[in-house]
């Protein structure tokens, strides 16, 4: 059992409230009771308020980590006569292309570069030209670079050629701004541990009544992860498809209260706030940022390049000692990066903490060099 708290600096699962890790050990409960039902639709509705939805929204909830709803969209939506348009710019827009792969599905992958902001242009270019292109994929926060992708400016050039967009919000529902309906989002695609401060184990997707519907007349890719079943189950017959996490769903429920109560908008705030704060120390401790310009940055992540004294191994090891867990670089930005997230349950106390512990393991590094 791990009883000291550390302060997870990576970008999900997060640090929760304690009301949230309360909600865990609450009585015993079936899922085919009334009781879970009242829960279930209780929990789709507030993750349609957090996604800026109307009446005419509603969400599917999955069990299972953001990965898992994201593979439910992307194998439930698009017909055999369709084609995605997916837009890449690191790990988790490669990995759309990935799941698109294994089921078969038609696409074409615009590759920007890792860490390269969208080009409307080329998008549009595309948009233009393929007439075969029925949905468009995006990453609204590319965890892998921190990177905050143009969400409401894709959705307008996919509204305009009359396309369905699908976005990954995994990393920026709760903590990013997004509005389904402004930002022409057709599906939106979350999960519980990251900005919205649940426990993992359960994601969703988030779309209008209209969409969920049409999903009747196209034919299955998987089983488990099909979305409209899904839908079917939870809206017809308020029951879940499958054996839910009766407990995790529990504490999501606290969290979205807590999340509705604070607002997004004041959540985006004080993760801006933090970030803020963090990005200031490290500037004067010299840190190189990966993202130069701080448009194109979240305010949930910070990638960093290591300084060359050190390993990343050899600086998360100190720092975990000292109460702190930092994240690696992903891929071809392992053995030169390192990420820092400010989501979560963290606080201005933690941040000023994190810069002793950063400051006494490099100097240890120091001398340990001699």
């Known amino acids: 059992m791990i009883y000291k708290r550390y302060v997870l600096m990576n970008p999900g699962p997060v640090l929760v409230d304690r009301r949230?890790?309360?909600?865990?050990?609450?009585?015993?409960?079936c899922h085919r009771e009334p009781e879970f039902a009242e829960l279930m639709t209780s929990v789709r509705d507030k993750i349609r308020l957090v996604c800026e939805g109307d009446a005419d929204y509603t969400s599917v909830l999955l069990m299972g980590s953001g990965t898992a709803a994201l593979e439910a969209v992307l194998s439930s939506v698009i017909p055999e006569s369709g084609k995605l348009l997916i837009l890449s710019n690191g790990h988790?827009?490669?990995?759309?292309?990935?799941?698109?792969?294994v089921h078969s599905i038609s696409h074409r992958e615009v590759k920007f570069g890792w860490a390269v902001s969208y080009s409307l242009d080329q998008v549009e270019a595309v948009l233009g030209s393929d007439s075969k292109i029925t949905h468009v994929a995006m990453v609204h926060h590319e965890t892998s670079t921190g990177m905050l992708n143009p969400l409401n400016d894709v959705g307008r050039l996919v509204s305009l050629f009359h396309r369905s967009l699908i976005v990954d919000a995994i990393s920026s529902l709760g903590g990013e701004l997004l509005?389904?309906?402004?930002?022409?989002?057709?599906?939106?695609?979350?999960t519980a541990n990251k900005c919205i401060e649940g426990i993992p184990g359960v994601s969703f997707v988030c779309g209008s009544y209209a969409a969920f519907r049409a999903l009747a007349t196209v034919p299955n890719r998987t089983f488990y992860l099909d979305l409209h079943s899904n839908y079917v189950a939870q809206q017809a017959r308020k029951a879940p498809l499958f054996t839910p996490a009766v407990q995790v769903m529990c504490a999501l429920d606290v969290a979205l209260d807590l999340l509705l109560k604070e607002s997004v908008i004041a959540r985006n705030a004080r993760y801006g706030m933090l970030a803020e704060q963090l990005r200031h120390g490290l500037k004067i401790r010299g840190f190189e940022f990966l993202l130069q310009h701080e448009q194109d940055r979240s305010c949930l992540l910070t990638a960093l390049r290591l300084p060359q004294d050190c390993s990343y191994a050899d600086l998360h090891d100190r720092l975990k000692r000292r109460g702190f867990v930092v994240y690696a670089g992903q891929e071809a930005l392992a053995r030169s990066y390192f990420?820092?997230?400010?989501?979560?349950?963290?606080?201005?106390?933690?941040?000023?903490?994190?810069?002793?512990?950063?400051?006494?393991?490099?100097?240890?590094?120091r001398e340990s060099i001699g």
């Open 179 to 190: 509005n389904v309906r402004d930002d022409s989002v057709d599906w939106c695609i979350g």
């Open 20 to 29: 949230v890790r309360k909600a865990l050990t609450g009585a015993d409960l």
């Open 339 to 365: 990420r820092l997230s400010t989501m979560g349950q963290i606080t201005r106390a933690d941040i000023d903490a994190f810069f002793n512990a950063l400051d006494e393991a490099r100097n240890e590094i």
């Open 92 to 101: 988790y827009g490669e990995r759309i292309t990935e799941i698109a792969r």
